[in-house]
C-alpha cells in the first residue's frame, strides 16, 4: 500500500513538474513548436499562447493552445494562423523527464498557400532527416537542377514523416483547415478547404492518410500510404490519391441547346502520385497521374465522349528529364496512347529551377472512326517538338506533323504570353490529304458546327491537295475568343483548302455533289465552303454550276448555313430536284416534273441552320429559286391552255411563284408576267399577266370566225386574277368591221378595248367588254368558244358621234341571228358600203369572201337613221335573211323626214330572187344613201328579177320629180359645142329654165349583174325638156358611159314623134323628139365629162340616130 501510495505521489510530482512549473511548460512548448515546424520544414517559427490540461478519453494527458502563429522568415504576417492545437501526451514517459507525444490534433486553421510557395527550392538535408527544433540554413542560391528539385521534394516529405516516425505519434489530425491565397497564385484558381484529414501510423511504421476536402464546396476524397525503410529512413513507397472527383458538380455540361458553357465535364476526375525505391541504396522512381473516366467533354458548342482518359509522368532519381508513358487516351471514336518526354534545360546562371523546357510527344496506335464510312478506322502518326520557356513565358512550336494514310499536316508556331499583345500564331500546312483523313482528325473543338456539317455530309471521295490554316491571336485576343459567347476576328482565324474529287449531300432529300473541285476558306466564324465544277448524284443531265454553302453565327449562336446552288440542264430534272424536301417547290401547283420538257438552269438558295437541340421543322430557315428557261414545253395544258417554247426568267419563293417569260399559249406568241401563291398559308394575290404581240394570222387562228370585226394585228396584256383574265388590247393597226351595221375602223386609227374574260375549256365569256377609239366606243359583252363569236350583247354602241344603238348576236347551227335596236345610228359607213359591195365585180366579192358562208338572220328596229346630205330616215324596221355574199330575203320600212315611205323588198322567185323597192320621196331617199344629192320628191319604184351568179334585170320608174341646180342640165343648155357655134338655148332663140326642172315622168330598163349596172330605153321627160338615154350607169370601176338625146320644149316636140310613119323620120320615134341634140356623159361616176354633138342640132329627128355616139 506504501508502494502504490509512492508511486501515485511520483506520477503526481511529475506531472507537476510538467504543468505548473515554468521549466515543465517551458520543455512542453519548445518540444510542440519542434513537431509543428518540422512538419512545415525549415524557415518557420512557431508562436504558442498559453496552454491548457485536461485528461483524454484513454488516460492520457491533453495540452492545448487556442491560438497559434507560424511565421515565415521572409514574411510579415503569419502564413498559418491555428485556432486550436492539441497534443496527448503519455504519462509513463514523464516519470523519466521524456516527453512522448502519441497525437497531433489542428483545428480552425488557416493556411496561406501563397506565402507558402517557395520562390527556391528546398535545401536537401544532409542526413536525410530534419533536426527537431532548429531550422535548417538556407545556401545562397545557386542552379537549380531537375534532380535537385526532385530529390528536395522527397527530402521534404521523409523529414515531414521522420519527425511523425521519430515522435512516436500515432495520429495527426486536422480539421476545418482554410486553405487560402489561391486567388493570387491563379485568379481562376477555386476555393479550398480540408474538412478533415487522418494520418495515422502502425506498429510497422506505416503511414494512411484518410480524409476529406472541399473545393468549391465539393467534397474530395484523399487517401494515401507512405511506408520508410526500417534502417535509413528513407521512403521506400508511397501512394497518394485525390479523388475520384465528379466534374458534374462542378462544371456539369448543358443541355444540348445550351452551348454557352467554356469548359465543362461530367466525368470523373483522378489524381494520384507514387513513389517507389525497389532496395535501400536503390534510385526511386516518381510517378504521377491524371484520369479521366467516362462522360462528356464540352468546350463551348463542341462536344466529345470520354471513354477513358490518362495521362501518366514518371521520373527516376538522377534522370534529367520526365517521361510521359503509359497514357491510354479514349474518345468517341478516336483512341491513342501518347508517349514523349518533358526535358528541362539547364538552370539559369543566377540560380533557382530550369525555366526552360523541351517537350517531344508521340502517338502510338492513333486511330480514329470518326465521319468514316467502312468499318477500318484511319490511322496515323504524331509527333510534337515544342519548346516551353517560363522565364521568356513564351512557348515555341518547332514541329507538328501528322501522317495519315496518305498525306501530312505539317505546323510551326509560337505563344508569347509576357504581355497582353504577345502573339499567339500558328501556321499548319496540308499536302496530299484524303477527306477521310480530314474527316477522322478534324479537332472537335475547332469550327465544332461546320466540322458537324462535314462530317455528316461529306463522303470519304476525293481528298485536299493543299490547305493552310493560320492562327494570328495576342494573348488578350485569344482569351477572348475563347469564350463561348465569342468567335474569332477573321484575321484571327483563317483556313484555306482546295477539295478534288470529293462528295457531299446538302439539306434533306436534295442530291448529292460528285466529283467536286472547290475549295473550303474559313475566316474568323465564318466558313465557304466552294464548288467550281461537280457532277449531280442521280442527275446526269444536269450540270452544277459554280456554288457554295457559306457557314455563319447568329446572335443566338447557332450556326446559319446559306447554300447558294446553280444548276443547269434538263428541266424536268430541275423540276424533280425543286419538289424534293425541304423545298417542295411545285407543292399545291397543278403539274409535275413529267409534264414538262426543255432546258432550263436555276441557282437556288437555301437557308437553315445546324446545331444541337434545333428541331427538324426549325431547321429550315427560308429558300428561294431563281429560274432562267431556254425553251421549255409543258406537256399537259395548264388551266386548259397549251404552253410551250418559254423562254425568260423567274424566281420561286415558299409563298410566291413571279416570273417574266416569253413563249405560246396554244400557237400565240405572248409574254408572261407571272404572280402566283404557293402553300396554304400564302397571303400573296394571284396575278398573271400576258403579254400579246399578234399579227392578224395569230389573231384568226386563236379566235377563228372573228375575221369579220376583227383583221389585223394586235397588242396588249392578258392580267389573270381570281380565275379572271383582265384584258386590255391596242387595236391601232387593227381593223374592225361590225359588217351588220356597215361600220369599219381602218388601220393607224387609235382604238382600245378591255375586257374580263371568264371560263374554262373552249368557252369563254368577254364580260364588261369596253371598245374605245376616235369617235366611237362599244359596251356589252361577248361569248366565244373554239368555233368563234357565240354571242353577243352590247347594250351601248356609239359606232359615230351621235349613235345610240344597241346590238344582240349568237350564234345559231347555221350563223348567226342579229338584234339591232336603238333611237339613232349614223349609217353613212352602210350605205357607203352597200355602195362598194354594188360597184364591186362579182368574181372579186367571190374571192374576198369565199369562206364567210354563215347564214345571217338580222332585223333592225332604229328610231332614227341619219345618211348623206344631212338626210335621216324614221322608224327603220328591217328584217334579213341569208349571208354576207347573198341575200336570201330582205324586207324594211322606213319614212323620210316629210313624211314618206320607204319600202325594200327582197325575195325568193322560184330559182331566181325579186328586189323591188318603193319610195314616196325618192329625191330623199337618194340623198339620203349619197347617190344622188339634185333631185326633190318623185315617187318611184325600183324592180329586179334574178341572181347573184346569173345577174338582174327589171324597171325603174319615177313620177312627179324635181332636179335642182344640176350642172350637167345646165351644160347641156347652155354650153356651145365648140368655139363659134351657138348653145342650144341660143339655137332656139329663148331661154331654158334648168335651176329647178320638173319632170313628170322616168323610166328605164336595168341590167345589173358583174359588178355593172346598165339602162336602156332610158326615158326622161317633162314640161320644158326631156332626154332618152342608155348605156353604163355604173361599172366595176365607178365609171359612167351613158349616151342620149336632149330635146327642149318635150311637150311639143313628142307630138311629131307620135305621128305613124312619119314620127319615125320626125321625131326619132315615139319617144325621139324632132328637136334637140344628142350627148355622151363618161368618166368617173361622181363627176363624168360631158360632150355634145353640134351637127345633131338641125339634123332631121329619123337621121339623128347617125350621128348618135
Known amino acids: 500500500m506504501a508502494a502504490l501510495a509512492s508511486f501515485i505521489l511520483i506520477v503526481v510530482l511529475a506531472v507537476g513538474f510538467g504543468l505548473m512549473t515554468e521549466t515543465g511548460q517551458r520543455l512542453i512548448a519548445d518540444r510542440t513548436e519542434a513537431l509543428v515546424a518540422g512538419l512545415l520544414g525549415p524557415d518557420y517559427t512557431v508562436d504558442l499562447d498559453d496552454q491548457h490540461v485536461g485528461v483524454g478519453e484513454h488516460g492520457n494527458l491533453l495540452i492545448s493552445w487556442s491560438t497559434v502563429e507560424v511565421g515565415a522568415a521572409d514574411a510579415a504576417n503569419p502564413p498559418v494562423r491555428i485556432g486550436g492545437l492539441a497534443i496527448a501526451l503519455k504519462i509513463w514517459p514523464l516519470l523519466t523527464a521524456d516527453l512522448a507525444i502519441e497525437t497531433l490534433d489542428i483545428r480552425d486553421a488557416m493556411i496561406d498557400i501563397a506565402a507558402l510557395t517557395p520562390n527556391k527550392a528546398p535545401p536537401t538535408p544532409q542526413t536525410g532527416e530534419a533536426t527537431p527544433g532548429t531550422l535548417a540554413s538556407s545556401e545562397a542560391a545557386s542552379p537549380v537542377s531537375l534532380p535537385d528539385i526532385a530529390d528536395g521534394l522527397v527530402a521534404t516529405l521523409e523529414r515531414q514523416t521522420g519527425v511523425v516516425d521519430r515522435l512516436g505519434l500515432k495520429n495527426v489530425s486536422l480539421e476545418a483547415v482554410e486553405l487560402s491565397g489561391l486567388d493570387r497564385i491563379g485568379s481562376k484558381l477555386p476555393s479550398a478547404r480540408i474538412d478533415r ?510 375575221s369579220p370585226i376583227a383583221n389585223g394585228p394586235v397588242t396588249g396584256s392578258i392580267v389573270h386574277e381570281a380565275a379572271v383574265d383582265h384584258v386590255a388590247l391596242d387595236l391601232k393597226e387593227t381593223e374592225l368591221g361590225l359588217p351588220w351595221v356597215g361600220w369599219k375602223k381602218g388601220r393607224g386609227i387609235d382604238a382600245s378595248v378591255t375586257f374580263d374574260l371568264v371560263g374554262e375549256g373552249e368557252t369563254h365569256k368577254l364580260d364588261r367588254f369596253a371598245l374605245k377609239g376616235a369617235g366611237f366606243e362599244l359596251h356589252g359583252s361577248m361569248t366565244i368558244d373554239d368555233k368563234g363569236l357565240r354571242a353577243g350583247m352590247f347594250d351601248r354602241i356609239a359606232l359615230n358621234q351621235d349613235d345610240e344603238i344597241t346590238l344582240r348576236l349568237e350564234r345559231v347551227s347555221n350563223g348567226l341571228t342579229i338584234r339591232v335596236g336603238g333611237k339613232r345610228f349614223d349609217a353613212r359607213s352602210l350605205l357607203k358600203d352597200i355602195r362598194e359591195d354594188l360597184s364591186s365585180d362579182l368574181s372579186d366579192k367571190a374571192k374576198r369572201k369565199s369562206d364567210d358562208n354563215d347564214q345571217l338572220d338580222i332585223e333592225v328596229s332604229i328610231d332614227q337613221v341619219t345618211g348623206f346630205n344631212g338626210l335621216n330616215l324614221f322608224g327603220l324596221a328591217m328584217n334579213y335573211a341569208g349571208s354576207s355574199q347573198e341575200i336570201a330575203a330582205l324586207s324594211a320600212v322606213a319614212r323620210t323626214a316629210e313624211g314618206g315611205k320607204v319600202t325594200v323588198d327582197v325575195s325568193p322567185r322560184g330559182g331566181a330572187q325579186s328586189m323591188t323597192v318603193t319610195s314616196q320621196d325618192t329625191g330623199a331617199l337618194l340623198s339620203f344613201s349619197g347617190l344622188y344629192n339634185r333631185m326633190r320628191g318623185g315617187q318611184g319604184s325600183f324592180s329586179l328579177v334574178g341572181s347573184r351568179r346569173g345577174g338582174y334585170r327589171g324597171r325603174v320608174e319615177l313620177r312627179n320629180f324635181t332636179l335642182v341646180d344640176e350642172p350637167r342640165l345646165s351644160s347641156l343648155v347652155s354650153t356651145p359645142p365648140s368655139e363659134g357655134e351657138k348653145s342650144l338655148a341660143a339655137a332656139l332663140g329663148r331661154d331654158i329654165p334648168t335651176a329647178e326642172a320638173f319632170f313628170d315622168q322616168a323610166s328605164a330598163n336595168i341590167t345589173y349583174g358583174a359588178g355593172r349596172v346598165m339602162v336602156d330605153d332610158g326615158i326622161v321627160r317633162g314640161p320644158v325638156f326631156g332626154s332618152s338615154f342608155s348605156g353604163t350607169l355604173h361599172d366595176e370601176k365607178g365609171r359612167i358611159d351613158i349616151a342620149g338625146s336632149f330635146m327642149p320644149a318635150y311637150g311639143i316636140n313628142r307630138v311629131f314623134g307620135a305621128i305613124p310613119f312619119f314620127g319615125q323620120i320626125l321625131g326619132n320615134g315615139n319617144e325621139g323628139g324632132l328637136i334637140g341634140i344628142t350627148y355622151r356623159l363618161s368618166g368617173a361616176f361622181a363627176s363624168p365629162d360631158l360632150s355634145i354633138n353640134p351637127i345633131s342640132v338641125i339634123a332631121p329627128g329619123i337621121f339623128r340616130r347617125i350621128f348618135e355616139y
Not at 418 to 426: E, M, S
Not at 447 to 474: K, N
Not at 614 to 619: G, M, S, Y
Not at 653 to 670: H, Y
Open 197 to 706: 484529414l487522418s494520418i495515422e501510423r502502425n506498429p510497422a511504421g506505416v503511414l494512411r492518410l484518410a480524409g476529406v476536402a472541399q473545393v468549391d464546396g465539393i467534397a474530395v476524397p484523399l487517401s494515401g500510404r507512405l511506408d520508410r525503410s526500417n534502417s535509413g529512413g528513407a521512403l521506400r513507397h508511397m501512394d497518394l490519391a485525390v479523388g475520384p472527383l465528379g466534374l458534374a458538380k462542378i462544371a456539369p455540361p448543358s443541355t444540348e441547346p445550351d452551348d454557352r458553357r467554356p469548359l465543362a465535364s461530367d466525368a470523373s476526375l483522378a489524381i494520384a502520385a507514387s513513389l517507389d525505391r525497389s532496395a535501400e541504396g536503390d534510385p526511386y522512381r516518381l510517378s504521377a497521374s491524371a484520369t479521366l473516366g467516362a462522360g462528356t467533354l464540352q468546350i463551348g458548342k463542341a462536344r466529345t465522349g470520354i471513354e477513358r482518359v490518362r495521362l501518366g509522368l514518371s521520373y527516376t532519381e538522377g534522370d534529367e528529364k520526365v517521361v510521359i508513358a503509359d497514357s491510354p487516351m479514349a474518345f468517341d471514336a478516336v483512341s491513342l496512347n501518347l508517349v514523349g518526354e518533358v526535358v528541362p534545360q539547364a538552370a539559369p546562371a543566377e540560380g533557382g529551377p530550369p525555366r526552360a523546357f523541351d517537350i517531344h510527344l508521340k502517338t502510338r496506335d492513333l486511330t480514329s472512326t470518326v465521319g468514316q464510312q467502312g468499318s477500318e478506322p484511319e490511322k496515323a502518326d504524331l509527333a510534337i517538338d515544342a519548346r516551353l520557356d517560363l522565364s521568356r513565358s513564351e512557348l515555341l512550336l518547332d514541329r507538328f506533323e501528322l501522317r495519315p494514310s496518305k498525306g501530312t499536316l505539317m505546323a510551326t508556331g509560337e505563344a508569347r504570353f509576357g504581355r497582353a499583345d504577345g502573339p499567339v500564331r500558328a501556321v499548319f500546312e496540308g499536302r496530299d490529304l484524303s477527306t477521310r483523313s480530314v474527316k477522322a482528325f478534324w479537332p472537335f473543338l475547332i469550327s465544332s458546327s461546320t466540322r458537324s456539317w462535314i462530317l455528316d455530309h461529306f463522303a470519304d471521295d476525293g481528298g485536299v491537295p493543299r490547305a493552310t490554316i493560320a492562327l494570328e491571336f495576342t494573348k488578350r485576343s485569344l482569351a477572348t475568343a475563347l469564350d463561348p459567347e465569342n468567335d474569332p476576328g477573321d484575321d484571327e482565324l483563317t483556313l484555306d483548302a482546295e477539295v478534288a474529287g470529293a462528295a457531299f449531300s446538302t439539306l434533306g432529300e436534295m442530291p448529292a455533289f460528285t466529283d467536286v473541285s472547290g475549295a473550303i476558306h474559313l475566316k474568323g466564324a465564318t466558313t465557304v465552303v466552294s464548288v467550281d465544277k461537280a457532277a449531280l448524284a442521280e442527275f446526269p443531265k444536269v450540270t452544277v454550276e459554280p456554288s457554295s454553302i457559306l457557314f455563319t453565327k447568329e446572335p443566338d449562336r447557332s450556326t446559319r448555313a446559306d447554300l447558294q446552288l446553280g444548276l443547269h440542264g434538263d428541266a424536268r430534272d430541275l423540276l424533280t430536284i425543286a419538289d424534293r424536301e425541304p423545298v417542295n417547290a411545285l407543292d399545291q401547283l397543278d403539274f409535275t416534273p413529267a409534264d414538262v420538257a426543255g432546258e432550263a438552269g436555276t441557282k437556288v438558295a437555301v437557308t437553315f441552320l445546324l446545331g444541337q437541340g434545333i428541331d427538324n421543322k426549325d431547321r429550315l430557315v427560308d429558300w428561294k429559286a431563281a429560274l432562267d428557261l431556254h425553251g421549255v414545253d409543258f406537256a399537259k395544258p395548264i388551266e386548259g391552255n397549251r404552253i410551250s417554247g418559254l423562254v425568260g426568267t423567274g424566281t420561286v419563293l415558299p409563298d410566291r411563284i413571279t416570273a417574266e417569260l416569253s413563249g405560246k399559249l396554244g400557237d400565240l406568241p405572248v409574254t408572261y408576267s407571272i404572280v402566283r401563291p404557293v402553300g396554304r398559308s400564302s397571303e400573296v394575290a394571284e396575278r398573271l399577266t400576258i403579254g400579246l404581240l399578234l399579227s392578224a394570222e395569230d389573231v384568226e387562228r386563236a379566235l377563228p370566225g372573228l
